[in-house]
């Protein structure tokens, strides 16, 4: 007997769509089956989805697109918010105009300045750009406040703050490296962006990351109980480095401090989890020394992430020898193969126990992939720029505090335009040369990440926004 098409079903169908805009009508059906326990074919959900306006193509969806009956159209504003992630420049207003608010608690204020902001810079009032439903979803408000937003707006008119930028841009000052304290005694350094291990902070400002976000980096890995580094630089045998730097996670982390250009402390964490898993990559063109696989290499199976594209991979115990520290390590070895035809172009060696948790394994590779989509091909990249180093003086350029201006003056909502402005800029001078506020697109928000389609941007483009690493309330953001 054919599902009853109620309110009820309706809601969930139509919410559901919304959420995943990229699902055809017959996952969409089994997402319901799964999720809620009824039975509905993917007949009904085609008429109920076709009564709402939304025209679906026949057949299998092949991969994410767009939600064609609304593409959000100021879709690239969610491109400055993810650059927000570097800087924290939301936060920053926040908390400076707190004072003037007391009938907001800190995230509404944060979400409604957001809206002022990306209002005023394409144009609209806070009313005409927010009746637009993709506009809200952009700026993460689930509904248009109205008597919130006139509260903002007077309140704004009649106090006309000025907020200094001067202790933001202080914050903004460049995290050369992070030290490691392990509880065997041994300290270890990686650089701001975790690519590699180090022997003492690096100096190369292609390694740096302002302080916030290379906080925010290590913070959400810690939270995923797990260290996420790109490779390490090794030659010929897995260096000491990497051995030493496993061999304190083993022991355990007492603390990790953050260092300037100058190696002059900018803090430290202490985290609750002492003993997370240490994943790092490494090209098997440069270690080709002391390595012996303890058994015979699985057959690789294909892995396709939307985000990540489609490659094989496969696990194998493997022995690796450092002879000039004398060790011998067991460690999980994965390798990855952009094909079956050719030899494996990476591998990713870990501590974590394979055991029977191969799925959750695929987690952390998963997770290792959304730190370091590129990696295969950055790594040469970045051995060039440390060879050309060794022949030339370079010093930081703290660009970003320079693109601040001392001070913001609010004396109505559209002087929020300028919070756009700077944001864009920055876009442009740290991404690419390209105006994200008026592009249309989609986006979807998943567990730990947010995939992000723009119509006009290019795979340049793509390639760049993905290899910086930004974040929306801790969540990954990749262009696809």
Same mark, same amino acid.
């Given at each position: 007997?054919?599902?009853?098409?109620?309110?009820?079903?309706?809601?969930?169908?139509?919410?559901?769509?919304?959420?995943?805009?990229?699902?055809?009508?017959?996952?969409? &059906? @089994?997402?319901?089956?799964?999720?809620?326990?009824?039975?509905?074919?993917?007949?009904?959900?085609?008429?109920?989805?076709? &009564?709402?306006?939304?025209?679906?193509?026949?057949?299998?969806?092949? &991969?994410?697109? /767009?939600?064609?009956?609304?593409?959000?159209?100021?879709?690239? #504003?969610l491109l400055l918010r993810a650059i927000d992630s570097y800087i924290g420049l939301f936060d920053y207003?926040?908390?400076?105009?707190?004072?003037?608010?007391?009938?907001?608690?800190?995230?509404?204020?944060?979400? /409604?300045?957001?809206?002022?902001?990306?209002?005023?810079?394409?144009?609209?009032?806070?009313?005409?750009?927010?009746?637009? =439903?993709?506009? #809200?979803?952009?700026?993460?408000?689930?509904? /248009?406040p109205r008597r919130k937003i006139n509260y903002f707006n007077t309140i704004i008119s009649q106090n006309? +703050?000025?907020?200094?930028?001067?202790?933001?841009?202080?914050?903004?000052?460049?995290?050369?490296?992070?030290?490691?304290?392990?509880?065997?005694?041994?300290?270890?350094?990686?650089?701001?962006?975790?690519?590699?291990?180090?022997?003492?902070?690096?100096?190369?400002?292609?390694?740096?990351?302002?302080?916030?976000?290379?906080? #925010?980096?290590?913070?959400?890995?810690?939270?995923?109980?797990?260290?996420?580094?790109?490779?390490?630089?090794?030659?010929?045998?897995?260096?000491?480095? %990497?051995?030493?730097?496993?061999?304190?996670?083993?022991?355990?982390?007492?603390?990790?401090?953050?260092?300037?250009?100058?190696?002059?402390?900018?803090?430290?964490?202490?985290?609750?989890?002492?003993?997370? @898993?240490?994943?790092?990559?490494?090209?098997?063109?440069?270690?080709?020394?002391?390595?012996?696989?303890?058994?015979?290499?699985?057959?690789?199976?294909?892995?396709?992430?939307?985000?990540?594209?489609?490659?094989?991979?496969?696990?194998?115990?493997?022995?690796?020898?450092?002879?000039?520290?004398?060790?011998?390590?067991?460690?999980?070895?994965?390798?990855?193969?952009?094909?079956?035809?050719?030899? +494996?172009?990476?591998?990713?060696?870990?501590?974590?126990?394979?055991?029977?948790?191969?799925?959750?394994?695929?987690?952390?590779?998963?997770?290792?992939?959304?730190?370091?989509?590129?990696?295969?091909?950055?790594?040469?990249?970045?051995?060039?720029?440390?060879?050309?180093?060794?022949?030339?003086?370079?010093?930081?350029?703290?660009?970003?505090?320079?693109?601040?201006?001392?001070?913001?003056?609010?004396?109505?909502?559209?002087?929020?335009?300028?919070?756009? /402005?700077?944001?864009?800029?920055?876009?442009?001078?740290?991404?690419?040369?390209?105006? +994200?506020?008026?592009?249309?697109?989609?986006?979807?928000?998943?567990?730990?990440?947010?995939?992000?389609?723009?119509?006009?941007?290019?795979?340049?483009?793509? %390639?760049?926004?993905?290899?910086?690493?930004?974040?929306?309330?801790?969540? =990954?953001?990749?262009?696809?």
């Open positions: 007997m054919p599902k009853k098409i109620d309110s009820y079903l309706k809601k969930l169908v139509l919410g559901q769509k919304n959420k995943a805009s990229y699902l055809g009508v017959r996952k969409l &059906a @089994a997402l319901l089956n799964e999720k809620y326990k009824i039975n509905i074919s993917k007949s009904t959900v085609q008429n109920i989805l076709k &009564a709402r306006g939304v025209q679906e193509k026949r057949g299998r969806k092949k &991969a994410f697109s /767009l939600y064609k009956i609304k593409p959000v159209e100021p879709c690239g #504003l207003l926040a908390n400076a105009l707190a004072e003037y608010f007391l009938q907001l608690d800190r995230n509404l204020l944060k979400r /409604l300045i957001i809206l002022a902001s990306f209002s005023a810079f394409i144009g609209d009032s806070s009313y005409a750009g927010a009746k637009h =439903r993709g506009f #809200l979803r952009v700026i993460s408000l689930f509904y /248009l006309r +703050p000025a907020v200094s930028l001067k202790p933001l841009k202080e914050d903004l000052r460049f995290t050369s490296s992070l030290k490691f304290y392990f509880k065997n005694g041994y300290s270890g350094f990686c650089d701001a962006k975790m690519l590699s291990f180090w022997d003492s902070p690096p100096t190369l400002e292609h390694f740096f990351l302002p302080q916030r976000i290379a906080r #925010l980096r290590i913070l959400k890995m810690l939270e995923d109980k797990a260290i996420f580094v790109g490779y390490t630089k090794s030659f010929d045998y897995l260096s000491f480095l %990497a051995i030493n730097f496993l061999g304190g996670i083993n022991s355990g982390i007492e603390k990790i401090e953050f260092l300037d250009e100058n190696a002059a402390s900018l803090g430290e964490i202490k985290p609750q989890n002492p003993k997370p @898993a240490l994943f790092f990559g490494y090209s098997p063109k440069t270690i080709t020394k002391g390595i012996k696989f303890l058994s015979e290499i699985p057959r690789f199976r294909k892995v396709f992430w939307p985000e990540l594209g489609e490659f094989f991979s496969a696990s194998v115990m493997t022995n690796f020898l450092q002879p000039k520290i004398g060790q011998n390590l067991n460690l999980n070895n994965t390798l990855i193969k952009k094909n079956l035809s050719t030899s +494996p172009s990476w591998g990713i060696i870990t501590n974590f126990p394979l055991g029977t948790k191969k799925a959750y394994l695929d987690i952390f590779l998963k997770k290792y992939l959304y730190f370091w989509p590129y990696i295969m091909e950055d790594f040469f990249q970045d051995m060039e720029v440390i060879e050309k180093a060794a022949f030339s003086t370079q010093k930081s350029q703290n660009y970003l505090a320079k693109m601040f201006p001392e001070k913001l003056q609010f004396s109505q909502p559209s002087d929020f335009t300028k919070v756009g /402005l700077i944001l864009s800029v920055i876009f442009k001078e740290i991404v690419w040369g390209w105006e +994200p506020k008026a592009k249309s697109g989609d986006f979807r928000i998943k567990k730990d990440h947010i995939a992000v389609q723009l119509r006009q941007a290019s795979p340049e483009l793509i %390639a760049k926004f993905n290899r910086i690493g930004f974040f929306i309330d801790k969540k =990954r953001v990749f262009l696809v």
